[in-house]
């Protein structure tokens, strides 16, 4: 089978961190290894959601340098009014330990942040730690909850964030050590913010690594449910992927760009189809046959959006030439039987309505009766008409000939 994607690998909140995958599906065992997962309950769109520029925080308390990092966290605990509710749902809140260098000093989105983590459950088990975790602020390359808590802190500050489930890990969590619908308490400190390096300079190997860092957090979205947020990711692996270059690439290194290419295009039409854009997904699925006409999982998902579209004549022979290119697959066989039986059933449907709307609701075998007469009565009919005109043509002949 042609190769369109690969199995997304579990990880830390970090750039390409995921979490652990389901069970495959039967889908994902007989065709989408890559891209296919576990259908879990969706996450909630959070586009109508204002700006997090534009959320306020509390005046910080005075910072004292003599002060101990603990001795701050006990005293902030202590007032409840410190927290910020950053969404207003009370799932992510906020609260500063230790102040940083100012707001003008907050990084923005699409600059690369360097933060100090700690993680843990609400027993107090640490998780995750990492000195020094980056990741490019506003592409939800790491967890929601610190994807969109970053944005609030300043240069040197420290914060503690409390998220429900749904910004962390989710109903999978991730094994051993989160359970699922776990809540999360992360401690953060920003050390750094730059801009993101420019595209047009990176080398072929650095924007593979980029790409794929990318697609592998779609995946890791996808495994959640949260299509929306995988087809974000997708998309900006394939913005990466066609950015334009300064740079020359090696032959290799413009196939693998290729490869990474169909694969994002394939997993965004797997996104697209789970969303019902059947019309995306059957443009991104075109995209990947327009560079491989073979590539069975873009013949497949194809096959599928034309038929939840009701084109089974037009599904039909390209689920065909899927099976063709891999006769031994399951799911493939399924999809082609559902589909055929559901033409046949749209033919039978159409055929009843054409035979009402042409006046003739009787019985099927009436129609059989009026057939065998039919080339009887007509020929005859005919040959009757023709007779009377031609013996009303010699009459009026031979009343003009008796009268000249």
Known sequence: MASSGEEPKSGSPGRAGTGTEPSPTADAVHLDTAEDFEVLEEEEDLSELPPLEDVGRPPAPPRGDTQPREQGREEAAEDPQEWLDVL???LLKKKTLVPGQGVDTRPHKG?????RLKATLEDGSVVEENPALTFTLGDCDVL????????LLEMGETALIVSDAKYCYGAQGRSPDIPPNTALTLEVELLAAQDAPDLELLSGKEKIELANRKRERGNFF??????VLAINSYDIALKIISSSSKVNFSPDEEAELLDVKVKCLNNLAAS???????EAALKS????????????????RKGKVLAQQGEYREAIPILKAALKLEPSNKTIHAELSKLVKKHADQKN????MYRKMLGNPSAAGAPGKCKDKLPWSIPWKWLFGATAIALGGVALSVVIAARN
Do not use: W
Not at 272 to 278: A, E, R, S, V
């Open 144 to 151: 929601q909850a610190l994807d969109l808590c970053v944005q």
């Open 349 to 352: 449907v159409e055929t009843e």
């Open 222 to 227: 996808y495994q959640q449910a949260d299509y």
């Open 111 to 115: 600059q690369d942040v360097t933060v």
């Open 272 to 278: 697209q189809l789970k969303l019902d854009h059947y």
């Open 88 to 90: 207003g749902s009370g």
């Open 285 to 300: 699925c075109n995209l990947v046959l327009e560079h491989q006409p073979g590539n069975i999982k873009a013949l497949f």
